[in-house]
């Protein structure tokens, strides 16, 4: 599953990332100050979002509005730290800071996720082991041809998938 990542430019060297990975709201602020950077982050269990998050610049430093659980959450960003605010904040002569949509987040690296199981009523079908199920009939195939074992019937020694004839008896194999 893709994260869905915000990014918003605060000016003065200040970014702010804000990530919404399965009901993880993780916020990232990087601030940037006489060449030294410093990095901020905060993890919330606020649940999957219902909508865009927003950032409102105020006079004490920034607040960001995020949607999830049918309510608002507000966290402030001030002097170097994140916090989850507990009630809705004054945001008197505040203003909104643009964000930014970004598919996939740059610090992960996405994952690979194994095919779904097609299912249509009661019949389904999967790769890698090929199977198939139709209500209670099950049928699965092994993928390399080395699974499926052939043996002389003369003298028991295991015999090609196509062989005619037994290399070690001669025997006729059918
Ligand atoms: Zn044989």
Redesign the pocket.
């Known amino acids: 599953m893709t994260a869905m990542t915000y990014v918003a430019d605060l000016g003065q060297g200040q970014t702010l990332a804000i990530e919404n990975a399965e009901t993880q709201t993780v916020i990232t602020w990087e601030t940037k100050s006489a060449g030294q950077q410093q990095s901020q982050q905060m993890s919330l269990s606020l649940g999957r979002w219902s909508a865009s998050p927003i950032v409102f610049k105020v006079s004490s430093g920034f607040i960001l509005q995020v949607e999830a659980n049918q309510r608002s959450y507000y966290v402030r960003l001030q002097a170097n730290s994140i916090s989850l605010l507990s009630e809705v904040p004054l945001m008197l002569g505040s203003h909104e800071i643009p964000l930014r949509n970004i598919a996939v987040s740059s610090r992960k690296v996405p994952e690979m996720k194994p095919l779904e199981p097609l299912r249509m009523g009661n019949m389904s079908m999967q790769m890698e082991p090929m199977q198939m199920s139709m209500g209670e009939m099950k049928m699965s195939m092994a993928t390399s041809s080395s699974a499926i074992a052939r043996y ?1 019937r ?2 028991g ?1 295991e015999v090609g998938e196509h062989d005619r004839f ?1 290399a ?2 001669g ?1 006729k194999l059918n």
């Open positions: 002389c003369n003298c020694r037994c070690q008896c025997a």
